[in-house]
C-alpha cells in the first residue's frame, strides 16, 4: 500500500477518535449541569420547614416578592388568633406560575391588605433576620380562601391542592 494511503487512513483514525472524545465530554458536561439544576433552583419542603410546627399568621401585607422559583409574601403579624411570634414574617408561596393558575396575581396582594396565612414555619426558630414560613392557604379579608402552596415538596397534605388526590 502507498504511503500516502497509509498516512490518510492514520489521520482519518486520529481525527475519528478526536470527535468522538470530543463528544463523550460534552455529554459529560451536559450531564453535570442537568444534575446540578435541579439541585440548587429548588429545594424540599422538609429541608427548610417543620411540618410539627403548623403556623396561622393575620395582618397586612408589607411587601411581595414576585420572583422565582417561589414568591415571597411579607406581612405584619399582628392577629390575635396568631399560633406564632408577632412582628414581621417572610411567608413562602408557589412560583408565580403556579399562584397565576390558582387564582392569584400581582393585584391580588396589595400593599396593606389584611391577609390570614396558614402553613408551616421553618425550622430555623430564632427568625433571624426575620421569621419565615412555608404558606399553605391565603385568606382575603373578602373571605376568599386560596391554596399558596408547592405541591409536590413533601409539604404536609390537607387537601387543599386538588394535585393531592390525584
Not at 388568633?81 to 396575581?105: F, H, K
Not at 402553613?119 to 426575620?130: A, F, N, V
Amino acid at each position: 500500500m502507498p504511503k500516502d494511503t497509509l498516512n490518510k487512513k492514520a489521520n482519518h483514525g486520529v481525527e475519528h477518535m478526536k470527535t468522538k472524545l470530543l463528544a463523550l465530554l460534552a455529554v459529560a458536561a451536559a450531564g453535570v449541569v442537568a444534575i446540578q439544576l435541579p439541585v440548587t433552583a429548588h429545594h424540599a419542603f422538609s429541608a427548610e420547614f417543620d411540618a410539627n410546627l403548623p403556623v396561622r399568621l393575620g395582618g397586612p401585607i408589607t411587601r411581595v416578592e414576585w420572583i422565582n422559583p417561589h414568591t415571597w409574601i411579607h406581612l405584619e403579624n399582628n392577629d390575635p388568633e396568631a399560633t406564632r411570634d408577632p412582628g414581621p414574617w417572610m411567608v413562602e408561596g408557589g412560583t408565580p406560575n403556579t399562584l397565576l393558575r390558582r387564582g392569584i396575581n400581582r393585584n391580588s396582594l396589595v400593599l396593606g391588605t389584611d391577609i390570614v396565612v396558614t402553613g408551616y414555619q421553618s425550622k430555623d426558630r430564632l427568625c433571624e433576620p426575620t421569621c419565615r414560613a412555608n404558606g399553605r392557604d391565603i385568606t382575603f379579608p373578602d373571605g376568599r380562601k386560596l391554596f399558596m402552596g408547592s405541591s409536590g415538596t413533601g409539604a404536609p397534605r390537607d387537601g387543599s391542592d386538588a394535585a393531592e388526590t390525584q
